[in-house]
């Protein structure tokens, strides 16, 4: 059963740098014919897709984040990450890593999530 | 960017009747290319159908996805108190990946 597992800080100052990891267990990132994405969701409202990174190293992003979104895979520790820049009290949100499938392109497994607030 | 509407906001039934929820896309999208999801408070979303039509594993029979090009419907019949929840669908098109902002299913 694979399981993802994010981490990070939940309290961020403004105009600084957002960072968060998600472990993968349960399965080999470095397998082919998923990808592993990120996804946000803001205080009560729906789901935002911020990017995904494919084993290889290939990403896509939101191009409404992609000046400031950085995700990043390191396959040896069987995990991937989110950098998101110059952060606002707009980017307070619950941040879910997730997989992805290659076929349907959905997300079949998810993070629990981590609230993240921006705040001085 | 395709922009996924869903409707209606919030639906309230009882026990045993039959919901439906609409899914309308602002352009065709690919039926292969449509999921939907069920997320309860608290929780992380929860992959339900995709392809459209194909229920993901584990998920009951009284849950079934229909629909393509720019209507897609998901139906939930014999409605039981855990199917509470907000409903999303999804797609993917143009190496973009987007969501509907949601419907409520509440029961009475």
């Known amino acids: 059963q694979v399981q993802l597992q994010d981490s990070g800080p939940g309290l961020v100052k403004p105009s600084q740098t957002l960072s968060l990891t998600c472990t993968v267990s349960?399965?080999?990132?470095?397998?082919?014919?998923?990808?592993w994405s990120w996804i946000r969701q803001h205080p009560g409202k729906g789901l935002e897709w911020i990017g995904n990174i494919y084993y290889s190293g290939s990403t896509y992003y939101n191009p409404s984040l992609k000046s400031r979104v950085t995700i990043s895979i390191d396959t040896s520790k069987n995990q991937f990450s989110l950098k998101l820049s110059s952060v606002t009290a707009a980017d307070t949100a619950v941040y879910y890593c997730?997989?992805?499938?290659?076929?349907?392109?959905?997300?079949?497994?998810w993070g629990q999530g981590t609230l993240v607030t921006v705040s001085s | 960017e395709i922009v996924l509407t869903q409707s209606p906001g919030t639906l309230s039934l009882s026990p045993g009747e039959r919901a439906t929820l609409s899914c309308r896309a602002s352009?065709?999208?690919?039926?292969?290319?449509l999921a939907w999801y069920q997320q309860k408070p608290g929780q992380a979303p929860r992959l339900l159908i995709y392809g459209a039509s194909t229920r993901a594993t584990g998920i009951p029979d009284r849950f079934s996805g229909s629909g393509s090009g720019t209507d897609f419907t998901l139906t939930i019949r014999r409605l039981e108190p855990e199917d509470s929840a907000v409903y999303y669908c999804q797609q993917y098109g143009n190496s973009l990946w987007t969501f509907g902002q949601g419907t409520k299913v509440e029961i009475k």
């Open positions: 352009q065709s999208v690919s039926s292969s290319y």
């Open positions: 997730a997989r992805g499938r290659s076929g349907p392109r959905d997300f079949d497994y």
């Open positions: 349960g399965g080999s990132i470095s397998s082919g014919g998923y990808y």
